[in-house]
């Protein structure tokens, strides 16, 4: 984390989610390398990190972003301006006709769809995506149920049996999305799973896309170990195209989300401390996935802490989350800056309650903050009408 000092923190507004752009660039160099060492295009998930804002940082390392629907593909056109890989599960008919014309590849998630929509992409002037397909490669590491695309009876992606043996008229590619913040090992495995299932196809095919999930920047990662992976795939297959678009591992650990202490509420052998923040409103993934974020200045409690449990702000009995404890005593008006909140925390917040929205801002490689955003009860309101 970069290191603020008071003045600069007190400039920032609660609540409010700051990218140190430090950080992200600490991150970009992983990407760089592995662009460096191996035959692989990287590109921003749109749906792990939408900051557009952050996106000409972005574009001095990755080649593109990656869609998941009509809006988010309009914004990476827009504002990020170069490659706009789009995906769906299922595209609505009346999105196509805008989709075509920015998309520069096009990915379908069933046959069917294919199908569908095959003529309108073959026949699209004066452009034409590249279109691919999905498909189910039957492995994947991921325990949580709710972020494992390969569970029995999965509604995402085309499985080997449904493929049959011919490679569906038109197809330039496919897109294998499989992990969720996983190591090198597991890109191995579904490599091994895509050569076995689809290695009849793999000749015919222009690009492989690895999908997310990779999580080259967290410090256990072994990106020499990726970097060999990718390049022995190279060597069997040298006239694929290698992508990814990797969605935690961009903005892994380059920001956080800062709140303020509101109340605090002494229950039995704890503490409640109401935040200004929401865990269900602004940190969603606290209790879906579930995870315990980290806070700057906390630890796990010991015998004889004070134990402080953090509430947050909305009327949702579950809204809160711990346990937690801290070497000085909490009082109101304190700051607290939940660690590690870019990915996946703005792309999925909401204005339940109608509790204040964060601000979104920057510091940047001076230590220097600037506010980029601020929200207001007419944003609330015109969401609902």
């Known amino acids: 984390m970069t290191q603020i000092n008071d003045a600069t923190l007190s400039t920032i507004p609660s609540p409010c989610f700051v990218l140190e752009e430090e950080l992200l660039a600490r991150n970009l160099a992983v990407f760089d390398r592995v662009q460096q060492a191996a035959p692989i295009r990287v590109m921003l998930a749109l749906k792990g990190f939408s900051l557009f804002h952050s996106f000409p940082q972005l574009r001095t390392v990755l080649k593109g972003a990656s869609a998941s629907s009509l809006w988010e593909a309009r914004l990476a056109a827009e504002e990020f301006g170069t490659e706009v890989h789009v995906y769906s599960t299922a595209y609505r008919a009346e999105d196509v006709p805008d989709i075509l014309p920015i998309a520069s590849h096009m990915t379908f998630n069933s046959l069917t769809q294919w199908e569908q929509f095959r003529s309108q992409v073959l026949n699209s002037t004066p452009h034409q995506p590249s279109p691919g397909l999905r498909i189910n490669p039957e492995y994947s590491p991921v325990k949580t149920a709710l972020y494992n695309p390969c569970q029995p009876s999965t509604r995402l992606g085309v499985s080997a049996s449904q493929m049959g043996e011919t490679l569906p008229e038109g197809i330039d590619g496919f897109l294998s999305h499989n992990l969720c913040e996983s190591d090198s090992f597991a890109l191995e495995k579904t490599i091994a799973n895509v050569e076995k299932l689809f290695g009849r196809f793999l000749p015919q095919l222009k690009w492989l896309n690895f999908g997310g999930g990779h999580l080259m920047t967290r410090k256990d990662y072994d990106v020499d170990h990726a970097i060999d992976v990718l390049n022995a795939f190279h060597d069997r297959h040298p006239h694929i195209q290698l992508l990814m678009e990797p969605g935690s591992a961009i903005a892994w650990e380059t920001g956080f989300l ?64 711990g346990d937690y404890a801290f070497d000085r005593e909490l009082k109101v008006g304190d700051r607290i800056i939940f660690e590690d909140m870019m990915h996946y925390t703005m792309v999925k917040t909401s204005m339940f309650n109608g509790v204040v929205h964060p601000s979104i801002g920057r510091i940047d490689k001076e230590g220097n903050f600037k506010l980029w955003r601020e929200f207001s009860y007419e944003d609330y309101r015109s969401r609902l009408g």
């Open 258 to 321: 800062i709140g303020k202490v509101l109340d605090l509420i002494p229950i039995n052998d704890l503490v409640n401390v109401m935040l200004d923040v929401s865990f269900t409103a602004h940190m969603p993934d606290c209790l879906e996935m579930p995870y315990k974020p980290a806070i700057r200045g906390a630890r796990a409690p010991e015998t004889g802490d004070t134990m402080y449990r953090m509430g947050g702000s909305s009327c949702l009995a579950g809204d809160f989350l």
